[in-house]
């Protein structure tokens, strides 16, 4: 947790003091003293816990917090007092959301005051994920490294996001390509209108291989070619 709660230090004095600033916390990574470094910021956390936790609201008894909710697309959102344990209880605000399809609810903790929080916030973290699967098993294979000196790690992460960048900017053209039924490199220019294309995109059927994946094979086989 050190290494988080040193670089939140280092990005505070870029974030004017005057911007509402909410940061959304993996249950992974719910620590109390990550919680104190992100309001000591000034910040406020958005912090998913384990589903076990325990939660007294303002006026009520201590439950489990997910009991808070019994059904799936409900939410809840109260005041009160996380954690069973007196040296860990925080008063906070919770917030139980099971939208419908999910098998659980999230379990989330605020210091902001129930109207002042959104109960569709956490999903703004999602595209953390598909970073995390374009790194690993979907792209780079980052998962397989056998790499422990953090230099070389550090390195390596510069051009991860380079060349993710540009797998992007690939795959895009190649499905642009299929859209128009040319020749990736045929395809001299973005088309400027969905109308402009032979077929609407927006008819593409499902994607059977993702558009990084489309991309690191078509940078692969021009770099066999000694196209690049």
Known sequence: MDPTVELLKELAPAVPREMTVIVLCDRGISSPKLWRQIRAQGWHPCMRCRKNITFCADG?????????????????????TAFGTPSAQR??????????????PWIILTDLVPDKAGPSWYALRFWIELGFKA??????????????????????????????????????????????????????????????????????????????????????????????
Not at 67 to 79: K, M
Not at 91 to 104: I, K, M, N, P
């Open 60 to 80: 009520g008894k201590r439950l489990p917090a997910r009991a808070f909710v019994s059904v799936p697309d409900t939410a809840w959102i109260g005041r009160g």
């Open 91 to 104: 008063r906070c605000t919770l917030l139980v959301v099971w939208y419908a399809g999910q098998e659980e």
């Open 135 to 228: 790194i690993k098993s979907l792209g780079w294979k980052w998962d397989k490294t056998r790499r422990t000196d953090p230099a070389r790690i550090s390195r390596h992460w510069l051009v991860l996001p380079v060349a993710t960048l540009m797998a992007l900017a690939y795959g895009t053209r190649v499905e642009d390509a299929q859209d128009r039924s040319i020749a990736p490199g045929n395809l001299r220019t973005p088309p400027k209108a969905v109308a402009d294309t032979h077929r609407d995109s927006r008819s593409r059927p499902a994607r059977t291989v993702s558009v990084i994946r489309h991309g690191i094979d078509w940078l692969r086989r021009l770099l066999l070619k000694g196209r690049l």
